[in-house]
């Protein structure tokens, strides 16, 4: 099904040099707007993530099909001269030009990015700030979680500090690098933009950073419970773990009275406030710990629900998938190589509308031959020529 509406960024053309997660990540979004992302790639071995795996579907990873939806692939040896020469007169006729090359690699090709084009958005995504020792260093999501104190705030209480289960660092600063792009074609003139999974892991930090900023204390480990609010954790049922989300004195009222039906816990002076229940977590936590286990998460869940208590199970992946919330994120996408598959699409509804997913992930090099007819044809326009589609993308479906 095509799609319904004109999208913000009909019109936009991007150059995308940028492979593994962050850059990738955010081009697809620029894609799901409505850009037209044309992902430029080694030509001898294209992005590591269609080697990332298993899982495959067929030849092609599952890692990969995850961030490449919406674009095209030029594959391209950025190191000769006529691949230069392409990527030169691209890069004249785009609108964002996105990229993580380390700055060494950047001053060793053969071409200049914003000399080429001052009046485009730049953005380079990397693991670190150019200005710092560390720029030359690739940036890897786990350096990025261990380096920023991300890690040493995550785990269990007593154990060792813990890596999150998906490549926070790389998805923070993909989200990141794509709202500072949009508000710089926003502003409508030229920008370089720059954007590391370092200070974007730790800009991210919200409350702890700034706990630390105003205490001078370390941020400590707190497992599946909150620093400042409590009892906002998980916890056992007599079959698996839920959550909930006391968030007010008013909760925690009703989490006594009516799903505990325990009403003189709320009226204890060590937790008639929030600030009292964390100073007393430890003997609250434990008294609760031995309540909830008395009855199923499901009854636990329906009791909190009864009494506008946040609470949700604590869900596998697969399990999550298969829910109502869930399948409605879900889309099928017709491959040309593999088939049709599932894949989640991007979860902002627009005017109470989903955005259709779109076209499947190119194959290495799908567009090269079009793609260097086509900027060989503009080479007689313009650098400043504003650029447009030469034809639409591929029909966007969704279920």
Known sequence: MGRKRALPLDGILVADFSRVLAGPLCTQLLGDWGARVIKVEESARGDETRRWGPPFVGDVSAYFLSVNRNKESIAIDLKSKEGAEVARRLIERADVVVDNFLPAQKESLQFSPREINPR?????????????????????????????????????????????????????????????????LRAGEGASIEVSLFSATVASLANVAQNVLVTGKEAARYGNAHPSIVPYQAFH?????FAIGVGTDRHFAQLCGRVLRRPELARDERFATNAQRVKHREVLVATLEDAFRERTAAQWIARCRRAAIPASLVRGVREALRTPAARALVASVNHPEIGE?????????????????????????????????????SNTKKSGARSSRPSPPPARRSR
């Open 237 to 241: 049922g007599s079959d698996r773990m």
């Open 120 to 184: 485009a958005v730049h953005c380079t995504i990397a693991g670190f700030d150019s200005d710092t020792d560390d720029a030359n260093t690739p940036g890897y999501d786990l350096l990025a979680q261990a380096g920023s104190g991300l890690m040493s705030i995550t785990g269990s209480e007593t154990g060792e500090p813990m890596k999150i289960g998906v490549a926070l660092a790389d998805v923070l600063t993909a989200h990141y690098a794509f709202g500072a792009i949009c508000a710089a």
């Open 341 to 377: 598959y599932d894949a989640i699409r991007n979860p902002v509804r627009i005017d109470g509308q989903r955005l259709d997913i779109g076209s499947p992930p190119p194959s290495l090099g799908q567009h090269t031959d079009a793609i260097v007819r086509e900027v060989n044809a």
